[in-house]
Nanobody, 125 residues
Framework: QVQLVESGGGSVQAGGSLRLSCAAS?????????MGWFRQAPGQEREGVAA???????VYADAAKGRFTISRDNAKNTLYLQMNSLKPEDTAMYYC??????????????????WGQGTQVTVSS
C-alpha cells in the first residue's frame, strides 16, 4: 500500500499551464508501482489521463495527447503531470493513483488500488 498526496492544482485561463505533483510514501517500493493520473469533473465518471511505469514507458488518453506530459522521479518518489494548452474542458479534480496490475495501461480505475485525495484544476475561458 502507498500513500499519495497531490499538489499543484489551481485556476488558470485557457491556454495556460500547470504542473501537478504527487508525492508517494512507499519508499524503496515506489519503483514497483505503475503510476497514473486520473480526473473527475462534476457529474462525470473518473477517467484516466496518463500513466507511466518505473522505466518511463507512458500511455495517454486521447484528450491528453500532445498537451500533457507524465513523468516520475523515482529517487524522490514523486509523480508529475505537466499540462499545457489547457482548455475549459480540462476542469476537474485530478487524482494520482498507484497500480501493481499488468492492466495499468488501460487507464481504468479498477486497475489502481491506491489513490490520493485529489487537487482541483479550474480552467476559465
Amino acid at each position: 500500500q502507498v500513500q499519495l498526496v497531490e499538489s499543484g492544482g489551481g485556476s488558470v485561463q485557457a491556454g495556460g499551464s500547470l504542473r501537478l505533483s504527487c508525492a508517494a510514501s512507499s519508499g524503496y517500493m515506489y519503483v514497483r508501482f505503475y503510476m497514473g493520473w486520473f480526473r473527475q469533473a462534476p457529474g462525470q465518471e473518473r477517467e484516466g489521463v496518463a500513466a507511466i511505469d518505473s522505466d518511463g514507458s507512458t500511455v495517454y488518453a486521447d484528450a491528453a495527447k500532445g498537451r500533457f506530459t507524465i513523468s516520475r522521479d523515482n529517487a524522490k518518489n514523486t509523480l508529475y503531470l505537466q499540462m499545457n494548452s489547457l482548455k475549459p474542458e480540462d476542469t476537474a479534480m485530478y487524482y494520482c493513483a498507484a497500480s501493481l496490475s499488468s492492466m495499468w495501461r488501460l487507464l481504468r480505475t479498477w486497475a489502481y488500488g491506491d489513490w490520493g485525495q485529489g487537487t482541483q484544476v479550474t480552467v476559465s475561458s
